[in-house]
């Protein structure tokens, strides 16, 4: 049991290192969204608090820029519909 939990955080600690090689990108795009510099980092916050959440969803050794970016334009979109 302790050995799936090491494994387990073992794959989320390296999930997490590469999602955050992406980070300027995420910022880029959603200052582009937003138009505004601290809703853009708070899209990335969130964007990136999702994915985290969800990072057993991500396949690895696909693309995870794009797997963010998803999540981050799913998200702006949603914010702007409920508003």
Known sequence: MARGIETRDKEKE???HEAMTH???LYRVALHLAKEC???KDLVQET???ALGSYEQF???TNMK???TTILYNF???SL???
Do not use: C, M
Request: net charge positive.
């Open 14 to 16: 390296k999930f997490s």
């Open 23 to 25: 980070l300027d990108r």
């Open 38 to 40: 601290n809703e853009a």
């Open 48 to 50: 990136y608090s999702r």
């Open 59 to 61: 396949t690895p050794g």
């Open 66 to 68: 794009a797997w963010l």
């Open 76 to 78: 702006w979109v949603f």
């Open 81 to 83: 519909a409920s508003g």
